[in-house]
């Protein structure tokens, strides 16, 4: 076996007291794996990547993009799993690694809720038109129903249309000029907006609660309860479904796709390199915001997945195995929605970038991701309450109670006014700032305050080797350099949010977004300070005791040579056995 780095020194044990319960593993490895998976992989991947790339210059965007992924992307998905693995907690309890930085926790934790909230809209949304798809006749493909307007046409754009001349031509089947037809609304759009959304002129104007749609909120809530409340030993079972489903799909609608007219030309548009972009910086700050939101950095979800690992799992190899996964489903799914959008603009008469921008075509399947993002969540609330507050059903009120606030919360966004409401919770409360912001306080405060070679000792510990210098070098400069410089391009290319790029949103609209993005910023900043003048001594004192680990009960065995010493700090008892507590900081 290869040699072992002695443990850590220092800290204050934590971890059992009354009603202590050890904590929970995998039934199997892949269970993680595939967790990883279906929570990692969504609509970033399938749709906002193959968007990115076009937008960008074709395939110079993987540039860029697998550039940024090495020095960015992978290290602070490594350092996160590797975290929780290591200290078996959630995303709070989990900086007891540096207690005076626990704001982390926290910050995470907020912006986890908020995506808990306004994403299951989405799903709500899916679930409103597999149900609607159960008609005879497909609700958005016809102009006579109660919602169309006068402007409706089914046959919207044709061949026969795409040269401009032929403006006043009438198209045949119908008794309408192409001049008429461009002017048009397509039943899909009318149905969406009309029906889906029956939005109204603007944030201020709520308008009144869609019944059919709340429901089907509630019905993903309660499916949603069922898959989290029993915890990671039903989950692990769901996600071999959710996350393998979606391939599925892909793979049918990738063979499906290809065999269309226009389809190769859709495929070209989307990898056919354009070298002049790599000049621009725009590029750049896509890509790395790209990474961060499809590699769901900086959620807290990814620590709680791995704080359910065996300690000693190979969390460093698991890390580039589910980074291919992630990378590779963006790319391949490009090619899919680019062969169906080189159909779709054949078949319109348009350019395949007015398809594109369009925004009218969404691949929407991750149902596994709200599972996690509310098992993260969860988790970093139970475990800041081990054994204080034990009822045998904690869980399951916890997570009943966190479905319910979430529900209510999201009555707002099946008002006619929701979209205006969800657009600012998806704008700013999860945005590029956040979780940049996030993840540069992650890489400072594991590789400066911690230490990165300590870090990387722990992780040897677990693993039985050392992982790649690169790593440490990258949680120590480069990624932090890169976090802040997207983030510092983000505040100042801040533009304020609009809906379909002319509703404008109202003074007061932006202070709630700005609120809900502040709201996790500066629980790292705000926490941080509080310790510091809640402590007592000197600043150089108080700082060496809120940076001091405090160890959990698993980290006993592992830190064995020093169990002597650890019997000086905690109380003993009549047979001198150590007595460990949690202490949450």
Known sequence: APPQPPPAKGGVAAGAGPGY?????????????????????????VWRFPYLCYKNGGGVFLIPYLLIVFVGGIPIFFLEIALGQFMKAGSINVWNIAPLFKGLGY???????????????????????????????????????DWNTASCIEIFHHQDCKNASLANTTVGGSNMTCAELADG???????????????????DEPGNLNWELMLCLMAVWVLVYFCVWKGVKSTGKIVYFTATFPYVVLIILLVRGVTLPGAYDGIMYYVKPDWSKLGEAQVWIDAGTQIFFSYAIGL????????????????YKDA??????????????????????????????????????????????????????????ITGILDLFPGKYYHRYK???????????????????????????????????????TLLWQAFWECIVVAWVYGADRFMDDVARMIGYRPFPWMKWCWSFITPCVCMG?????????????????YVYPWW????????????????????????FRAKGTFKERWTHLTTPVWGAHHLEYMAPDIKSLSSMSPGTDDNKVIIFESVM
């Open 509 to 532: 609209g932006e202070v709630i977004g700005w609120c809900l993005a502040l709201s996790s910023m500066l629980c790292i900043p705000v926490s941080l300070l509080y310790k510091l």
């Open 395 to 433: 869980r399951e009120i916890a997570v009943a109670i966190c479905c319910l606030l979430c529900f209510i919360i999201d009555l707002s966004m099946v008002t006619q006014g929701g979209m205006y409401v969800f657009q600012l919770f998806d704008y700013y409360s999860a945005s590029g700032m």
């Open 185 to 203: 609304r397509s039943p899909i759009i009318e149905f969406w907006e009309n029906k889906v959304l029956n939005i109204s002129s603007g944030l």
């Open 320 to 377: 580039f195995v589910l980074a291919l996964i992630n990378s590779g489903t963006s790319f391949f799914a490009g090619f899919v929605v680019f062969s169906i959008l080189g159909f779709m603009a054949a078949e319109q008469g348009v350019d395949i970038s007015q398809v594109a921008e369009s925004g009218t075509v969404r691949v929407s399947f991750s149902l596994y991701l709200q599972f996690v993002g509310v098992e993260g969540f």
């Open 300 to 315: 807290g979800a990814l620590t709680a997945l791995g704080s359910y690992n065996r300690f000693n799992n190979d969390c």
């Open 486 to 502: 997207i983030f510092l391009f983000h505040l100042v290319n801040y533009k304020p949010l609009t809906y379909n790029n002319d």
């Open 107 to 145: 910050a995470s934790m907020v912006i986890v809720f908020f995506c808990n909230t306004y994403y299951i809209m989405v799903l709500a949304w899916g679930f409103y038109y597999l149900i609607k798809s159960f008609s005879s006749t497909l609700p958005w493909s016809t102009c006579d129903n």
């Open 21 to 45: 319960q050890e904590r929970e593993t995998w039934t199997r490895q892949m269970d993680f794996i595939m967790s990883c998976v279906g929570f990692a992989v969504g609509l970033g991947n």
